[in-house]
């Protein structure tokens, strides 16, 4: 018996429903905004490093789109990258190779970077390449619903919430299963601005990260990558940072397989789009949603963390419906990202349309075309 609604998240791409090739018309919004999002210019030389599963109307769109802006398109189909590291004796001198030549990656994977060491955060600060990452996202599902908002107001969702929690003392998220866990000497993602070469950003945009110095308290995890949703409750005690106690059943049992050694909390992120799925999506889109909460366990290196490599056991844990503390403030009610209801958010969301409708955090509603920021709403 699950304990979760989501459940039946899909493990791969191999499990994500393909669409029909006329499907590739509804899809151009969202990969318009992907393109702005990258400042891709023409003549650029452009790579998409996609897996073998992922869906090829997707790849298609991506591809067609770039194309239509004069860059210069290569499409590089790679086997599905390991979870943890499994196989981290894998030769990826094509992969990385191509990565090398490339003024623009978009990078289709399921497990993405944190898991491939010639594809991690430092390999990718080191080059010249700026990389966008669809992590467990090239699908028809996330370009249909996260990947519409118009980024102006993804931009000042982020803004707002940097300028509340960049100098904040503490997160506490809880949630109705019993999660109550406290974040202090907090590190954030600053406001990214325009793409730079050496940057990584996920798409759909989704939230703020932060990285803590210490984390106490309880997690119950509804869903991560390493075990799905699981059959039983699970739950993750820390202190002084470090995961000190897993315990549930045969979900527990495959955690503290992953990473023998041990883990620690390398990072959080709240999600900002409420655009992004919840429903139906996979964990890597719901984590994304406004309202939402994740963070990232990952494992320790000779007993340490170790934040410059990767710890090659990263698994991130999902809470779909908590409610956040910011320095005791309310920030999110039940799942409810309470500043969708602020005049500077609405304000920039009427540039695209009627505000009610940009900002409501019901993801089934996809928004429609003339409000994905193409042009003027009207």
């Given at each position: 018996m699950?304990?979760?609604?989501?459940a039946?998240?899909?493990f791969?791409?191999?499990?994500?429903?393909?669409?029909?090739?006329?499907?590739?018309?509804?899809?151009?919004?969202?990969?318009?905004?992907?393109?702005?999002?990258?400042?891709?210019e023409?003549?650029?030389?452009?790579l998409?490093?996609?897996?073998?599963?992922?869906?090829?109307?997707?790849?298609?769109?991506?591809?067609?789109?770039?194309?239509?802006?004069?860059?210069?398109?290569?499409?590089?189909?790679?086997?599905?990258?390991?979870?943890?590291?499994?196989?981290?004796?894998?030769?990826?001198?094509i992969?990385?190779?191509?990565?090398?030549?490339?003024?623009?990656?978009?990078?289709?994977?399921?497990?993405?970077?944190?898991?491939?060491?010639?594809?991690?955060?430092?390999?990718?600060?080191?080059?010249?390449?700026?990389?966008?990452?669809?992590?467990?996202?090239?699908?028809?599902?996330?370009?249909?619903?996260?990947?519409?908002?118009?980024?102006?107001?993804?931009?000042?969702?982020?803004?707002?919430?940097?300028?509340?929690?960049?100098?904040?003392?503490?997160?506490?998220?809880?949630?109705?299963r019993?999660?109550?866990?406290?974040?202090?000497?907090?590190?954030?993602?600053?406001?990214?601005?325009?793409?730079?070469?050496?940057?990584?950003?996920?798409?759909?945009?989704?939230?703020?990260?932060?990285?803590?110095?210490?984390t106490?308290?309880?997690?119950?995890?509804?869903?991560?990558t390493?075990?799905?949703?699981?059959?039983?409750?699970?739950?993750?005690?820390?202190?002084?940072?470090?995961?000190?106690?897993?315990?549930?059943?045969?979900?527990?049992?495959?955690?503290?397989?992953?990473?023998?050694?041990?883990?620690?909390?390398?990072?959080?992120?709240?999600?900002?789009?409420?655009?992004?799925?919840?429903?139906?999506?996979?964990?890597?889109?719901?984590?994304?949603?406004?309202?939402?909460?994740?963070?990232?366990?990952?494992?320790?290196?000779?007993?340490?963390?170790?934040t410059?490599?990767?710890?090659?056991?990263?698994?991130?844990?999902?809470?779909?419906?908590?409610?956040?503390?910011?320095?005791?403030?309310?920030?999110?009610?039940?799942?409810?990202?309470?500043?969708?209801?602020?005049?500077?958010i609405?304000?920039v969301?009427?540039?695209?349309?009627?505000?009610?409708?940009i900002?409501?955090?019901?993801?089934?509603?996809?928004?429609?075309?003339?409000?994905?920021?193409?042009?003027?709403?009207?």
């Amino acid at each position: 018996m699950t304990i979760n609604p989501y459940a039946g998240s899909p493990f791969s791409y191999a499990t994500e429903p393909a669409v029909g090739p006329y499907s590739i018309v509804e899809l151009m919004p969202g990969v318009r905004n992907l393109l702005e999002y990258t400042g891709l210019e023409a003549g650029e030389r452009v790579l998409l490093l996609m897996e073998h599963t992922v869906d090829p109307v997707v790849v298609q769109a991506i591809a067609a789109a770039a194309a239509y802006r004069d860059a210069d398109v290569r499409i590089l189909s790679v086997p599905p990258f390991s979870p943890g590291g499994w196989d981290r004796e894998a030769s990826l001198h094509i992969e990385t190779a191509a990565f090398r030549e490339a003024d623009l990656v978009i990078s289709g994977t399921w497990w993405g970077e944190v898991h491939t060491a010639p594809l991690f955060f430092d390999q990718i600060k080191s080059r010249s390449s700026r990389f966008l990452s669809l992590h467990m996202t090239a699908t028809a599902g996330a370009l249909l619903t996260g990947g519409r908002l118009p980024a102006e107001v993804f931009y000042a969702l982020l803004r707002r919430t940097l300028r509340q929690m960049s100098g904040a003392r503490s997160i506490r998220v809880t949630s109705a299963r019993g999660t109550d866990v406290t974040f202090s000497g907090l590190t954030f993602d600053p406001d990214p601005g325009a793409m730079r070469p050496g940057d990584w950003r996920p798409f759909p945009y989704g939230g703020a990260n932060f990285w803590p110095a210490d984390t106490e308290g309880v997690l119950m995890i509804e869903d991560s990558t390493v075990t799905g949703v699981p059959e039983e409750s699970l739950r993750i005690t820390l202190e002084g940072n470090l995961v000190r106690k897993i315990e549930g059943g045969a979900a527990a049992e495959q955690l503290r397989r992953y990473a023998p050694g041990g883990f620690y909390m390398r990072h959080g992120l709240i999600g900002l789009n409420p655009k992004v799925r919840v429903a139906g999506g996979n964990q890597f889109e719901r984590e994304k949603h406004a309202g939402a909460f994740y963070c990232g366990i990952d494992g320790l290196t000779d007993g340490q963390p170790v934040t410059t490599g990767p710890g090659f056991a990263h698994c991130d844990c999902q809470v779909d419906r908590p409610t956040v503390l910011v320095d005791g403030e309310l920030f999110i009610e039940n799942g409810r990202l309470l500043m969708l209801d602020e005049p500077e958010i609405r304000e920039v969301a009427a540039r695209f349309g009627p505000p009610d409708v940009i900002l409501d955090d019901n993801p089934i509603m996809i928004l429609p075309r003339r409000y994905t920021g193409g042009g003027a709403a009207g």
